[in-house]
C-alpha cells in the first residue's frame, strides 16, 4: 500500500493550490482519507478528512472555509484544493489512511496506518 502526495510548490498569499494524493497497491474505497501539515519546528497538526463511507468532510478550524478534501474512486485519488492562502500555511503536507472503522472522525496522527511521503507547500506575502 503506497501513498504518493503532489502538487506542492510556491504560491502567494491570496493565491491557490491543489494537492493529489494517489493511492496504489489495493483500492481505497471505504477509507478515511486525512491530509495534515508540518510547519518548521511545530508539531504536524490535521488539516482535513474525508470518510471512506458517505464522503463526509471535516477540517481543522484554521482551514475552514478555504481547503477543500475530494476523492475521486475511479482514479484511487484524493485532492486537497487550498484556496486563499495565507504564509501560515507554509508546510510540508502529508496525506494518509486509515479503514473506517468507527464513528469517530480520526484528526491524529495515531489513527492513521498509511502515510505518503510530504509535499512542500510555500506561501509568500
Known amino acids: 500500500v503506497q501513498l504518493q502526495a503532489s502538487g506542492g510548490g510556491l504560491a502567494q498569499a491570496g493565491g491557490s493550490l491543489r494537492l493529489s494524493c494517489a493511492a496504489s497497491g489495493r483500492t481505497f474505497s471505504g477509507y478515511d482519507m486525512g491530509w495534515f501539515r508540518q510547519a518548521p519546528g511545530k508539531e504536524r497538526e490535521f488539516v482535513g478528512v474525508i470518510r471512506g463511507i458517505g464522503g463526509f468532510t471535516y477540517y481543522a478550524n484554521s482551514v475552514k472555509g478555504r481547503f477543500t478534501v475530494s476523492r475521486d474512486s475511479t482514479k484511487n485519488t484524493i485532492y486537497l484544493q487550498m484556496n486563499s492562502l495565507k504564509p501560515e500555511d507554509t508546510a510540508v503536507y502529508y496525506c494518509?489512511?486509515?479503514?473506517?472503522?468507527?464513528?469517530?472522525?480520526?484528526?491524529?496522527?495515531?489513527?492513521?496506518?498509511?502515510w505518503g511521503q510530504g509535499t512542500q507547500v510555500t506561501v509568500s506575502s
Open positions: 494518509a489512511a486509515e479503514p473506517q472503522s468507527r464513528l469517530k472522525i480520526p484528526t491524529t496522527e495515531r489513527e492513521y496506518s498509511y
